[in-house]
């Protein structure tokens, strides 16, 4: 059972847009910055966005976050087919003193 | 450029300790820190911990407290993960990766990953 909790699967269309939520409480969400990751098969997590909306540098400007209360979005817009990926949310708990993460959702592009 | 490489998959009996390195390169060592975040198979991300490079300074989930211990080399600018009292359920890939020293902030690169494999 994670403590943040996401749709275990996702799926849209090719150039279509999809979100992914995330859902935690004022000791993690509420208080901290949430970050996504993207883990393509068999592959390492990779930092999507942090501090809730922002993108490192060199992630494409399709994915974007956002964050409202105790909740967080992960949106894609244009899916392609590589973006057939686990995506992750994770925010510090203050309660835990540590990362939480979401159980982790599954895009399928069709 | 960031790397963090780690050392080779593990086999361990029930019971028996593991020790994962995680060399780091192409940054200042003692400027970020590092956060350790297993995946057992076919499962989601768990945090284990955090030390910081720069002072040693050690936070681990409470579920770990007690069998894991995380240090730091600066003169090699390695981390590592030992993790005691091995049951099968630790079977997993634990990742290293690098967070800045406020804990809990962003975590960007990602160590590729070492399989710790638990089985008598």
């Known amino acids: 059972q994670s403590v943040l909790t996401q749709p275990p699967s996702v799926s849209e269309a090719p150039r279509q847009r999809v979100t992914i939520s995330c859902s935690g409480r004022s000791s993690n969400i509420g208080n901290h910055g949430v970050s996504w990751f993207q883990q393509l098969p068999g592959k390492v997590p990779k930092l999507l966005i942090y501090?809730?909306?922002l993108r490192p540098s060199g992630v494409s400007d399709r994915f974007s976050g956002s964050k409202s209360g105790t909740s967080a979005s992960l949106a894609i817009r244009g899916l392609q087919s590589e973006d057939e990926a686990d995506y992750y949310c994770?925010?510090?708990?203050?309660?835990?003193?540590?990362?939480?993460f979401g159980g982790g959702t599954r895009l399928t592009v069709l | 450029q960031v790397q963090l490489v780690q050392s080779g998959a593990e086999v361990r009996r029930p019971g028996a300790s593991v020790r994962v390195s995680c060399k780091a390169s192409g940054y200042t060592f003692t400027t970020y820190a590092f956060t350790w975040v297993r995946q057992a198979p076919g499962q989601g991300l768990e945090w284990m911990g955090w030390i910081s490079g720069y002072d040693g300074e050690t936070n681990s989930a409470q579920k770990f407290q007690g069998r894991v211990t995380m240090t730091r080399d600066i003169s090699t600018s390695t981390a590592y993960m030992e993790l005691r009292s091995l049951r099968p359920d630790d079977t997993a890939v634990y990742f290293c990766?690098?967070?800045?020293?406020?804990?809990?902030?962003?975590?960007?690169?990602w160590g590729q990953g070492t399989l710790v494999t638990v089985s008598s």
């Open positions: 501090f809730d909306d």
């Open positions: 990766a690098r967070e800045t020293l406020v804990a809990g902030t962003v975590v960007d690169y």
């Open positions: 994770a925010a510090w708990d203050d309660s835990l003193n540590g990362w939480v």
